[in-house]
């Protein structure tokens, strides 16, 4: 529609690339100076100096912001009705893994302010507000829980529970602690009565190869898989690895290693996935056998009964596994740390992503596509209207530093998130 202006790609492009630069290159952090890998986990210090950029940014085009007691941001622009309209809203996350790229989850935050923006600079009056909301942790990688921020939103995880979150690296301070010190603990409470939404629209990027390989452009986001995970303790008991015989032990590593490679036997066997990415070893030394072993299995299936089935085969055989180290035996200890059901996305917000794709791109290059990650959308989409659009990335890369998407693609999505949103509004 002549209404929707354009966006300005180049502005755009400068914003993200600079941001990431400014607020959490790896880098900084004593990796190599020629890489695009971001280290900005939850509430660092690059964190909460990237959310004051974006409140000064936000300011200067009119938006107000009201922070809840995730820290979650949530920054309004005015709609013209003078009655209660609720936003509809561009959500994303800034927060980065350890060693993440420049896109996931920032590429949807930057359009969101680009789209912002360009609002401002074409004076585009909205019927309903329109918020950007730069949710907390999403990533699960500082504070283990992924979508952090927007299940205390959404009411599927408690506020308490999400606070007392031990840095999973330091092993001390907690996520309460670290919004007390960023200044970002805000007084609204964090739940979606206090903050409702119209609807919620995502940009991110795809993360797998589906769009690059079928020559897609624009994928528009069905739904989400299910996914849970599992905290395995393994414990054995520690012992000379040069005195002790084989049938004499009880090496906790031994089973650890035969349940991990296991996981991934069952987990394809159904059509799923199945990774560990944390392990820890007890006491740590060359010549000790291991007396315990912490893992994570993060697990996934596109249906939710097929998860259960694939958890149910894993931890039955990781029980045998343990009975089986020599004479001794292990034992485990199973614990659910993180659950996510698959999610369906909304039809209306798909409709209006459909149609704001088609002013950009050929027909053909607009794909229906599943989410093999999770996101703040899936959160969000239990409380309100929600859907996402994907971006390709190239050669399916991402929590990597040399993920990438090229400056047109993510201009396309940029465009699209905007359109999508002031369509939704003129419904
Ligand atoms: C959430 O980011 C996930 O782990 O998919
Ligand atoms: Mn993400
Ligand atoms: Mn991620
Ligand atoms: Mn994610």
Not at 381 to 396: D, E
Request: charged content about 25%; aromatic content about 6%.
């Amino acid at each position: 529609s002549s209404r929707i202006p354009k966006i300005n790609a180049d502005r755009f492009h400068k914003t993200l690339h600079e941001t990431c630069e400014k607020y959490g290159a790896a880098h900084r952090y004593g990796q190599r100076s020629d890489e695009t890998g971001m280290a900005r986990l939850t509430l660092n210090d690059d964190d909460i100096a990237v959310r004051k950029w974006l409140e000064k940014e936000m300011e200067k085009v009119g938006c107000t912001l009201k922070v809840d007691s995730m820290g979650n941001m949530f920054f309004i622009r005015p709609g013209s009705k003078a009655n209660k309209a609720l936003p509809v809203a561009m959500g994303s996350h800034l927060d980065t893994q350890p060693m993440g790229g420049r896109y996931d989850g920032i590429l949807g935050i930057m359009a969101a302010v680009e789209a912002m923006r360009t609002m401002h600079d074409h004076n585009v009056q909205t019927n309903g507000p329109i918020a950007l909301i730069n949710w907390t942790n999403e990533e699960g990688a500082r504070f283990s829980k992924s979508m952090c921020g927007s299940s205390v939103w959404s009411g599927q995880l408690s506020e308490e529970e999400a606070h007392s979150l031990i840095d999973v690296h330091d092993k001390k301070t907690t996520m309460g602690q670290e919004l007390e010190r960023s200044g970002y603990l805000g007084k609204m409470k964090a739940h979606h009565t206090a903050m409702p939404l119209a609807a919620h629209f995502e940009l991110h990027i795809e993360q797998g190869p589906i769009l690059e390989r079928a020559n897609g452009k624009v994928g528009v986001v069905q739904g989400g898989q299910a996914y849970k995970w599992i905290q395995v303790t393994i414990n054995g008991r520690e012992c000379h690895t040069g005195s002790t015989p084989f049938e004499d032990r009880a090496d906790a590593m031994q089973s650890a290693a035969k349940i991990i490679v296991m996981s991934k036997k069952y987990a394809r066997k159904q059509g799923g996935l199945a990774s560990t990415g944390l392990l820890s070893v007890f006491p740590s030394s060359v010549n000790t056998c291991p007396g315990k072993v912490t893992f994570t299995l993060d697990v996934r299936h596109k249906n939710d009964a097929s998860l259960e089935a694939i958890l149910f085969e894993i931890e039955r055989e990781a029980e045998r596994i343990c009975k089986e180290e020599s004479e001794r035996g292990t034992k485990m200890d199973w614990k659910i740390s993180f659950a996510s059901t698959a999610v369906k996305f909304n039809a209306n917000c798909h409709s209006a992503i459909q149609q704001a794709a088609e002013r950009y791109v050929k027909p053909e290059e607009i794909m229906p596509i599943i989410s093999g990650a999770g996101h703040d959308s899936c959160a969000a989409s239990i409380r309100c209207p929600t859907a996402m659009i994907f971006v390709p990335s190239k050669n399916g890369l991402s929590h990597h530093p040399e993920e990438y998407t090229s400056p047109e693609d993510c201009a396309i999505g940029a465009q699209v998130l905007m359109d999508s949103v002031l369509t939704y509004d003129q419904q």
